[in-house]
């Protein structure tokens, strides 16, 4: 999450990092665009500046499994505007949500600033991989206030519900003290042996709130100092909004698919020859698009459709990535 110690720079680039990483210098061309908790995208602007940087920039941050990036993607942008062939990298282990909560979390220390829209948009993500997760983590984490947090919470029907939090020092918390006091004396029922932290650390609950309800079950009373009805209404729950619907890539022309069969840097390459042979098939296919409609039986025609559109949005994320790759190469662009 910090930078090199020694690395002093201006805009706010921060120089510390948690666990001093290794670095390496890995080729640009290794590199893949990360998951940018960035809306609008990268700025040109901010890439101008770090490119007329003249000392070395600190390491850019890079999940070690898929290569992307997860803080630095101006850095590396700005490298290659430069010409740079190879940046220097930390790599990072952990799962895709862990690979975006540490981005979001790099670019709140430091860097280029994230918009409100940025971290209330990450926040929501963040809640929706890591519904545990306290609303005082997830506030630092994003850089928002908890009670904006909590709204978010609360107003999203994508976040999943659960019992207890993890606060920022690690802690488990119950969100209901009843349910956390009922679980200890079941615990101490089924072992009354065990000691009050095994059984506090089980129920996610405090060493003090098990001592107590030991104490009132050895007199004879309930777990629960005071249980009320609250006979609330359930809260309501929202309509779900329908996904939009990803419109259809039409096939690319004979003309550019007959210039790409042309190029050597495809044709001998075997991923090259895979791609051409599936951009063949979708234009031989379209020009029968008519009569393949007319030959589907009705029983299908819910699937197929529904089959089309995915294949349509997978050709959608695959301009987009290749769109993304292309920033980089060619930032200026």
């Known amino acids: 999450m910090g930078l090199l110690a020694h690395s002093v720079i201006p805009l706010g680039i921060d120089d510390r990092w948690d666990d001093e990483p290794e670095t390496v210098s890995v080729p640009i061309m290794e590199i893949l665009p990360g998951d940018s908790p960035r809306l609008e995208g990268e700025d040109k602007v901010h890439v101008l500046r770090l490119a007329a940087i003249e000392s070395p920039l600190p390491p850019i941050l890079v999940d070690r499994r898929t290569m992307r990036v997860i803080d630095g993607i101006h850095r590396l942008m700005a490298a290659s505007l430069k010409g740079r062939k190879a940046i220097d990298v930390r790599f990072f282990d952990g799962s895709r ?67 207890f939090r993890v606060g920022r020092d690690g802690k488990v918390r119950p969100l209901n003290g009843a349910t956390g006091r009922l679980r200890v004396a079941e615990l101490i029922r089924e072992n009354p042996e ?102 589907v039986p009705s029983h299908c025609i819910e699937l197929i459709i529904q089959l089309s559109r995915q294949n349509s949005q997978i050709w959608e994320d695959f301009a987009q990535e290749l769109n993304r790759r292309a920033r980089i190469v060619n930032p200026e662009s």
Request: net charge positive.
């Open 97 to 163: 949500e862990e690979a975006f909560l540490k981005a979001v979390e790099a670019n709140v220390e430091h860097g280029l600033p994230l918009s409100q829209a940025d971290r209330t948009a990450a926040a929501l993500r963040i809640l929706k991989s890591h519904p545990t997760m306290s609303d005082r983590a997830v506030a630092k984490s994003t850089g928002l206030g908890a009670r904006a947090v909590a709204e978010l919470r609360r107003s999203s029907d994508a976040v999943p519900p659960s019992n």
């Open 194 to 295: 065990a000691s009050l932290r095994q059984v506090a650390r089980s129920a996610g609950v405090s060493p003090a709130t098990a001592l107590d309800v030991r104490r009132r079950l050895e007199r004879g009373e309930g777990p629960v100092p005071c249980q009320r009805n609250t006979g609330g209404a359930a809260e309501s729950r929202r309509d779900p909004v329908p996904a939009p619907v990803p419109a259809v890539v039409g096939p690319p022309s004979t003309v550019t698919l007959e210039k790409l069969m042309r190029d050597p840097s495809l044709r001998q390459s075997e991923l090259g020859r895979r791609l051409l042979r599936m951009f063949k098939e979708n234009v031989l296919g379209a020009k029968e698009m008519t009569d393949i409609c007319a030959s």
